[in-house]
């Protein structure tokens, strides 16, 4: 199952996190969340808590 880790801002935002998220070797998938232009990225609920620490660092660059 897919889960929702980040609501970017845009579909470019969107791609760079998925493009460093797959650099560290995880499943990522995004998608329009149906508001206004923003994106969600996703990874499987098995990854969640691995991802979270690795988004975490590649926000705060």
């Known amino acids: 199952m897919w889960t929702v880790i980040y609501i970017a801002p845009?579909?470019?935002a969107a791609e760079r996190?998925?493009?460093r998220l797959?650099?560290?070797g995880f499943l990522v998938k995004i998608r329009?969340?149906?508001v206004s232009k923003q994106y969600e990225?996703?990874?499987p609920?098995?990854?969640v808590r691995e991802v979270q620490e690795v988004l975490s660092?590649?926000?705060h660059e």
Do not use: M
């Open 10 to 12: 845009s579909e470019k």
């Open 17 to 19: 996190i998925k493009q």
């Open 22 to 24: 797959e650099e560290e």
């Open 32 to 34: 329009p969340s149906g």
């Open 41 to 43: 990225v996703l990874v």
């Open 45 to 47: 609920g098995s990854e």
């Open 57 to 59: 660092a590649i926000l």
